[in-house]
């Protein structure tokens, strides 16, 4: 089964509220696609809005070398939960 690339994130009120939780975790955000084959994009092409974000380097998935440093996984939960909080705070 063929996954195509993300061509664009497609879901601009979510992207919004990462926009601000990066923000608050002093990362930069920006929005672009996925280069590489993800569930996201099927979803995508029905009109789902999605978005790919998770910790670890893309060029170890899947692979016999497969990874995410522990520092990685620890920013990300802290990541997801300034992002649930944003959420919770809604768009105002």
């Not at 990462?18 to 930069?28: D, I, N, P, V, Y």
């Not at 996925?34 to 692979?63: E, M, Y």
């Amino acid at each position: 089964c063929y996954d195509p690339p993300l061509k664009e994130v497609n879901n601009v009120e979510f992207s919004s509220i990462l926009e601000r939780a990066f923000k608050e975790q002093g990362l930069s955000y920006e929005r672009v696609g996925a280069a590489f084959g993800t569930d996201a994009s099927n979803l995508a092409i029905v009109g789902v809005g999605t978005v790919v974000l998770g910790p670890g380097d893309i060029r170890f998935a899947h692979t016999n070398d497969e990874r995410v440093d522990l520092e990685e996984v620890e920013r990300g939960v802290s990541l997801y939960l300034e992002i649930l909080k944003q959420w919770m705070m809604g768009e105002g």
